[in-house]
């Protein structure tokens, strides 16, 4: 088994930050990863949000060591679980793949949180563990694949300074900045809107078929 850390500084506050996080795929300094899906998002009563995302990016290896491994599609597949604490000032994601897991394992940790001495800034630490199951190739893959988290933790990062300059111009342009303090409530109005606008679109399109039976 391998593992990286790394410790990095934002210089945005820490709800900001938050923000830019929950909104941080698709950007345009992370092309490889390709799609998100949501399968389960939810407000705690204890002032907590919840999520479960499905993320598919490009297989994280050459293309020589991708075919080794029977990766032929060049796809991964990836489940995030994370828990916004608004009481605790801390935001915490866990994945692990769930492309090839009999053959690779990676679980990748990230937290943010307000910086102890600048209430201005956000820390956040990150550390990935990689372990692989095949016979002579084990310490050449993982090494590979450390790698490419070295490589890939830069990009994140500028991902999410591109992110941030996104809603800030929204926020100008709006002319209305939302109360940094009261992030849990932004991300709770955003996520019942969007559930709301789900369960009219679905009633339209049930009442629709209803009303226009398929000849089949």
Same mark, same amino acid.
């Given at each position: 088994?391998?593992?990286? /850390?790394? +410790?990095?500084?934002?210089?945005?506050?820490?709800?900001?930050?938050?923000?830019?996080?929950?909104?941080?795929?698709?950007?345009? %300094?992370?092309?490889?990863?390709?799609?998100?899906?949501?399968?389960?998002?939810?407000? %705690?009563?204890?002032?907590? #949000?919840?999520?479960?995302?499905? *993320? /598919?990016?490009?297989?994280?290896?050459?293309?020589?060591?991708?075919?080794?491994?029977?990766?032929?599609?060049?796809?991964?597949?990836? /489940?995030?679980?994370?828990? *916004?604490?608004?009481?605790?000032?801390?935001?915490?994601?866990?994945?692990?793949?769930?492309?090839?897991?009999?053959?690779?394992?990676?679980?990748?940790?990230?937290?943010?949180?307000?910086?102890? +001495?600048?209430?201005?800034?956000? %820390?956040?630490?990150?550390?990935?563990?990689?372990?692989?199951?095949?016979?002579?190739?084990?310490?050449? *893959?993982?090494?590979?694949?450390?790698?490419?988290?070295?490589?890939?933790?830069?990009?994140?990062?500028?991902?999410?300074?591109?992110?941030?300059?996104?809603?800030?111009?929204?926020?100008?342009?709006?002319?209305?900045?939302?109360?940094?303090?009261? #992030?849990?409530?932004?991300?709770?109005?955003?996520?019942?809107?969007?559930?709301?606008?789900?369960?009219?679109?679905?009633?339209?399109? *049930?009442?629709?078929?209803?009303?226009?039976?398929?000849?089949?």
């Amino acid at each position: 088994m391998s593992s990286w /850390s790394s +410790e990095h500084i934002f210089e945005h506050p820490w709800e900001d930050v938050v923000r830019a996080a929950f909104r941080k795929y698709p950007n345009p %300094c992370n092309p490889a990863v390709k799609g998100v899906d949501v399968v389960d998002r939810r407000v %705690c009563p204890k002032g907590t #949000i919840q999520s479960h995302r499905l *993320l /598919s990016t490009e297989f994280p290896l050459p293309d020589v060591a991708a075919r080794l491994l029977g990766a032929n599609d060049h796809a991964m597949h990836i /489940s995030e679980h994370s828990k *916004l604490d608004r009481s605790q000032s801390t935001y915490k994601l866990q994945s692990k793949n769930l492309t090839l897991g009999h053959l690779v394992t990676v679980h990748e940790h990230l937290e943010y949180y307000p910086h102890p +001495e600048d209430r201005s800034k956000t %820390c956040l630490r990150q550390k990935s563990t990689v372990r692989v199951n095949v016979p002579f190739l084990s310490g050449y *893959l993982e090494k590979l694949l450390i790698e490419n988290f070295e490589k890939n933790a830069q990009k994140g990062r500028n991902g999410m300074e591109w992110v941030m300059n996104q809603i800030k111009e929204e926020d100008t342009s709006s002319r209305v900045k939302p109360e940094s303090s009261d #992030i849990l409530t932004q991300l709770e109005m955003k996520f019942k809107k969007e559930a709301e606008d789900f369960k009219q679109s679905m009633g339209s399109f *049930l009442k629709n078929t209803q009303t226009n039976p398929s000849p089949l």
